[in-house]
């Protein structure tokens, strides 16, 4: 595996939805990186305090000062506010790099399941709502519980990348390389990005029945 | 990961659509394992033409015999003729574990995209027509070149079993464990196969954009 890896160290990350577990392990990872790191919420209060939970030079705001000021947005949002959350911020995020990491999954006791999207998937559904950002799918095995530990120097995980913009998607493959033991692998384009999403279910099952925080490997790269 | 194996080195194996690639290779890799093989097609002469090209112990035989004489029975047939044929097996393959790794996928200048399944995946669908038999949703990611290249004696990954009825996964997942380098991993209920069965586009993606023969590993297991 050989690609062009572009410098991506001086890029300011802003992760709306990032008082959640998944958001703040990966602000957590970033600013261990290097990267001014943003917490984004609908209350700035609750960003500031998931910042301050976080430590390190991670800041908090309401989302639309996180989309406005940050140069890649990761959407670590829960589903049900998808659509609305990122209507709400199209001109703060246009021009630029949208990271979708959302899950549309939904539960029930025989364990997790994936949900129907009317655009396909949630990054679909994101690159709808915001025609003028470029989005990505990406970081959507990563396990929060590793993210958030403090013994876990290394995850070791491939990030399955998934876009129609090729510069986008070699910027989000090099941003998921910050972290260590982790790699963005190219995955296809945006419409086969569903499998990737719903594949966490899978995830899920495998982490119920073997008590692990599985993530996936490429092989032959 | 742990488990307990079942001895799996007794059980013969049919491979329905066994003339195409992924089905020989499977056939050889079984073979080579020291199994019963038999490869089903519509054309016993096709499927004793297509045992033959694979050689060792491998037999050939319509695919209706196939299904009535092999203790475990793989579909690899094409996804065009998936609903028909095993339709036309129901009473053959009732009791049995039956293997799906069929990959509903369209293609098109840019390339491997999912097809919609109305029961939801292929192996849904096979559950549906095959409602007396065992269905597994297995084997969807393992490289038809790398199976049947004779340089290579290991395949480094893990295939992922999907399915309801825990003792039919649990015999399909020693059963990839047979393979030299593989390992089975249980990777939930059928109502999760879809994303497995799409991932083979993003799969091909991958292939194309790195020159690969990509498989997944499970990390943490």
């Excluded at 990761?74 to 659509?83: K, L, S, T, Y």
């Excluded at 559904?125 to 970081?139: E, M, N």
């Excluded at 070699?170 to 569903?194: C, E, F, K, S, W």
């Amino acid at each position: 595996m050989s690609t062009d890896i572009p410098d991506v160290s001086k890029i300011s990350i802003g992760i709306l939805g990032g008082t959640g577990d998944q958001g703040k392990g990966l602000a957590r990872r970033f600013a261990l990186a290097g990267h001014t790191v943003l917490i984004g919420s609908r209350s700035a209060e609750r960003a500031q305090a998931a910042a301050e939970s976080v430590g390190g030079s991670v800041r908090g705001a309401d989302n639309p000062t996180v989309a406005a000021e940050a140069d890649v947005v990761i959407v670590a949002i829960p589903w049900d506010g998808h659509r609305s959350t990122l209507e709400s911020l199209r001109s703060e995020l246009a021009g630029k790099i949208v990271v979708d990491c959302v899950n549309p999954l939904g539960f029930d006791k025989q364990g997790a399941y994936a949900l129907a999207v009317e655009e396909g998937s949630a990054a679909q559904q994101a690159a709808a709502v915001l025609p003028d950002s470029r989005v990505v799918a990406a970081f959507h095995h990563v396990s929060a519980v590793l993210l958030m530990d403090p013994e876990v120097e290394e995850i070791t995980l491939d990030v399955l990348v998934a876009g129609d913009d090729r510069e986008a998607t070699d910027t989000v493959q090099a941003l998921a390389g910050r972290i260590p033991g982790m790699r963005g692998v190219y995955a296809g384009r945006l419409r086969n990005a569903h499998q990737v999403e719903a594949l966490t279910a899978n995830l899920i099952s495998i982490n119920r029945r073997y008590k692990a925080h599985a993530g996936l490997r490429v092989t032959d790269l």
